[in-house]
């Protein structure tokens, strides 16, 4: 860690200069080195997991605790069962003992009864001091729940902080994005410009790093393929210079971005006749558009007729593909003929640590991100085989049907 020098020194001043420059102090800046904060802030990543796994096993402590409780309770009932049962047993032989005049009571069997009566008096005194003992750890259990919630909210501000110096502004690339757009359409003999909304966004660093390539190509793309011409943007009652625009938003734990133009759109006839070409569908089972669109995603395919420095060859889209999914993202397009297509990217703001719903399937374990999970809710065995009897089955959730499709069946997996 290396001190940035400051600019004046706090020694041998008069207080009204140290009171000066308290406030300066308090925003004194470090360099630190970005794989110690990586260090750092995957350490503290490890840490929620533990705690989390702590957790899980304090409330499996919770459920053994009543499972004690609930034992405790029926052996104090069969106590009172086997007392009442002991004193019954000799207030009936006293009393048969009185009637019968000629049997004298056997003094051997008063000491058996006064041997049942001292166990079972001390088998109520140990029950009661496991009564005693299960309130203690039932008091202890309450203590830790509320260290474990201090503990929780401690460590989420501590991974918040860290991860908060991960972050850079988005606007930090901004002018290496204006320089590609001046660069292409200098090469390319058009007019357009560069527009953000939402740059002061942040980012993780490194996935910001990682994300710059990636719109340098989707930003050249749309200059080479989708924008006109100033003549035949003219020509079309648009504006000579073509409009890039790149909206930026947060939902939740993830960042959306949208990068669009104004040009002509994707030529969906150019691009099945290249796919026909290349063999990437069935002439005779046609996709749907979107599913069209979708191969422009594909590694070798591209739709220009000329190869040069920026289109033709068959690389980029591709690679632009797998680096949003390396990134842990993903990547939609849409387009309409004559206003321009809109690239979607969606990409978590941290590569740290992501808060997931476990869930199971053959004994087999995913992770959902909570980002992708917009609300749950538990449903019975019996309304399951209900559903699944259905030709469709059709699921109502606050007042909106829904396809109900078990996981298994997605992953090709039997349901059982």
């Not at 292409?184 to 410009?193: D, F, G, R, Y």
């Not at 190509?217 to 393929?225: K, T, Y």
């Amino acid at each position: 860690v290396e001190q940035l020098p400051a600019e004046t020194s706090s020694f041998n001043k008069a207080p009204a200069d140290t009171a000066k420059s308290s406030s300066s102090q308090s925003s004194e800046k470090i360099r630190v080195r970005a794989d110690l904060l990586d260090y750092l802030s995957n350490f503290a990543g490890e840490v929620s997991i533990t705690r989390d796994q702590v957790t899980q096993q304090h409330g499996v402590m919770h459920q053994q605790l009543e499972e004690m409780e609930e034992t405790v309770s029926r052996l104090q009932e069969q106590l009172r069962k086997l007392e009442i049962e002991t004193e019954t047993q000799i207030l009936y032989r006293y009393e048969d003992t009185v009637q019968d005049t000629n049997t004298e009571f056997d003094p051997l069997e008063l000491d058996r009864f006064s041997t049942i009566q001292q166990l079972s008096r001390s088998l109520t005194e140990t029950v009661n001091d496991l009564n005693n003992i299960s309130r203690s750890m039932g008091n202890l259990m309450r203590e830790t729940d509320i260290l474990l919630l201090q503990q929780s909210r401690l460590n989420t501000d501590l991974q918040q902080g860290l991860m908060h110096t991960r972050l850079l502004p988005f606007n930090s690339i901004v002018p290496r994005l204006e320089r590609i757009v001046r660069q292409t359409n200098s090469e390319l003999n058009k007019q357009s410009q560069l527009l953000v909304s939402g740059a002061d966004l942040e980012l993780d660093r490194t996935i910001l790093d990682r994300l710059v390539a990636p719109i340098e190509h989707i930003l050249r793309n749309a200059i080479a393929h989708g924008l006109e011409t100033a003549d035949e943007r003219s020509q079309q009652g648009k504006q000579q210079s073509g409009r890039l625009q790149i909206d930026m938003q947060r939902e939740g734990s993830e960042v959306v971005i949208t990068i669009a133009d104004d040009g002509q759109g994707l030529n969906i006839e150019k691009i099945k006749q290249r796919a026909i070409a290349q063999n990437l569908i069935d002439p005779n089972n046609i996709p749907n558009e979107q599913t069209l669109i979708q191969l422009i995603l594909t590694s070798g395919f591209s739709t220009a007729d000329t190869i040069s420095q920026l289109a033709g060859r068959g690389v980029g889209m591709d690679v632009v593909s797998n680096e949003i999914r390396a990134l842990k993202g993903r990547l939609s397009i849409s387009s309409q003929p004559g206003k321009g297509t809109q690239f979607h990217l969606r990409l978590p703001l941290t590569l740290s640590v992501m808060q997931a719903l476990l869930i199971s399937v053959n004994q087999q374990q995913f992770a959902v991100p909570l980002s992708a999970v917009n609300a749950g809710e538990r449903i019975s065995i019996q309304r399951i085989g209900e559903l699944m009897a259905q030709q469709k089955p059709t699921y109502t959730f606050h007042g909106e049907n829904y396809d109900f499709i078990p996981l298994g069946n997605l992953l090709g997996q039997p349901l059982n």
